[in-house]
């Protein structure tokens, strides 16, 4: 007999038990899906930490070398980026002598870039030739930090450096150089028997997406897949300013395609070569003589007959004769002209009619030369040699430019 009804207990207390562990086992089940849904949620949404590759190696990230502008435009700083990529960072404006702590340019072998704080103007100069500076615009200016490091734009590498520069979703910034690029490309065009062109400025290609290359002795223009683009010519020529190419055929005919490949100037010039960038003037030759055209955007078009002996006056460093194409307005009744010889004699066109200024008819030699920071302009007949201005004053054909 169970006076006291233990059993009754018993057989109550336990199912109350099993309730308990129960309750406990659905809590840590939800425990544990709340800790797994939190860690997939922070790794889901945890900010990546900022990476940098140069020439596909990971670079230490240094304090402020990346900063960002109020609009969100994020920047390197170009020093620190310049010695990575193993240019030369210097103070200064290229080839003048004052000190000016707002501007500075990268050397790369031939290739001068030139910068200025505070602008987003740079220039561009091939040492080695005859052109002129190309000036280009950057998206963003050039930027300081309160301790004067300077900064560019990442978006502006390209155009500025001319190398490759991606970030994707991980925060990892790659920036390729042309001499990385090159060697990268071969590696891949190896089997297919083409070669990379070796030149830098051919090189500069690479930063539109374009690829230079040569087979059997005949050039191409690939793109980024390594496809063909357009024809196959004898020789090209990167003309970056213009985003177009100088190209010959096998006949020996020079034109211009543009970067997609379509003929912006028909091949049908003996040799075809930029004059100058500023006023986007080209020297073109048949019969064996030699004119000048002008762009117009889309096509050239004719400034002076095909009729000169040659266009410019080559330098001569070893007596200071500078290389002259351009002489600049001397006289408030003189515009601009472009020298030019015929019949072994040298004068003048006007730059902007290319009618003439000056005939080929007495003088043997316009040129210029520096004289203590200063340029002048000289002219020879026979012995005698003069200052040009003084020439056209003592020949009494100084003319007047009816254009002004």
């Known amino acids: 007999m169970d006076l006291l009804n233990e059993n009754q207990y018993k057989?109550?207390?336990a199912p109350k038990g099993k309730k308990i562990v129960l309750l406990l086992l659905i809590l840590s089940i939800i425990f544990t899906i709340l800790i797994i849904g939190l860690i997939i949620y922070i790794s889901t949404n945890r900010v990546p930490e900022e990476k940098l590759f140069i020439n596909g190696e990971q670079k230490e990230i240094?304090?402020?070398l990346f900063v960002n502008d109020q609009l969100g435009n994020q920047y390197i700083e170009l020093?620190?980026?310049v010695e990575l990529l193993g240019y030369e960072f210097e103070n200064g404006e290229y080839q003048k002598d004052e000190v000016?702590?707002?501007?500075?340019y990268v050397k790369n072998q031939n290739l001068i870039t030139g910068f200025e704080v505070g602008s987003n103007r740079i220039y561009k100069y091939e040492e080695g030739t005859n052109l002129d500076y190309q000036y280009y615009t950057l998206n963003c200016n050039i930027i300081t930090n309160e301790n004067?490091?300077?900064y560019i734009g990442l978006g502006d590498l390209t155009k500025a450096l001319n190398c490759s520069y991606s970030i994707n979703e991980n925060k990892e910034n790659r920036i390729e150089s042309m001499e990385y690029l090159a060697t990268t490309y071969q590696e891949k065009l190896n089997e297919s028997g083409y070669v990379v062109a070796s030149d830098q400025n051919n090189q500069k290609s690479f930063a539109y997406g374009r690829i230079i290359a040569s087979r059997d002795g005949v050039w191409n223009i690939l793109n980024e897949n390594l496809e063909d683009i357009g024809l196959k010519y004898s020789s090209?020529?990167?003309?970056?300013?213009?985003e177009s190419y100088i190209v010959s055929n096998t006949s020996g005919k020079y034109g211009i395609i543009a970067i997609d490949g379509a003929i912006k100037e028909t091949l049908k010039y003996e040799d075809l070569t930029i004059l100058n960038y500023e006023n986007m003037l080209y020297k073109v030759k048949n019969n064996n003589k030699y004119g000048i055209m002008k762009s117009n955007g889309k096509s050239l078009t004719k400034l002076t007959d095909i009729e000169y002996d040659d266009i410019g006056y080559s330098e001569n460093l070893s007596n200071k004769i500078l290389y002259t194409l351009i002489i600049p307005?001397?006289?408030?009744?003189?515009?601009?002209t472009i020298v030019v010889k015929k019949d072994n004699k040298y004068g003048l066109v006007y730059l902007a009619t290319g009618d003439t200024y000056l005939p080929c008819d007495y003088l043997d030699k316009i040129y210029s030369i520096s004289d203590l920071g200063e340029t002048k302009y000289m002219v020879e007949i026979g012995t005698r040699k003069m200052e040009l201005l003084n020439y056209l004053i003592e020949r009494g054909t100084y003319v007047v430019d009816l254009n002004q």
Request: proline share 0%.
């Open 11 to 13: 057989e109550s207390s």
């Open 62 to 64: 240094t304090q402020d």
């Open 79 to 81: 020093k620190n980026l």
């Open 100 to 104: 000016d702590t707002s501007k500075f």
């Open 148 to 150: 004067n490091r300077i």
């Open 236 to 242: 090209i020529y990167f003309d970056e300013q213009n």
């Open 329 to 336: 307005e001397l006289e408030k009744n003189m515009s601009k």
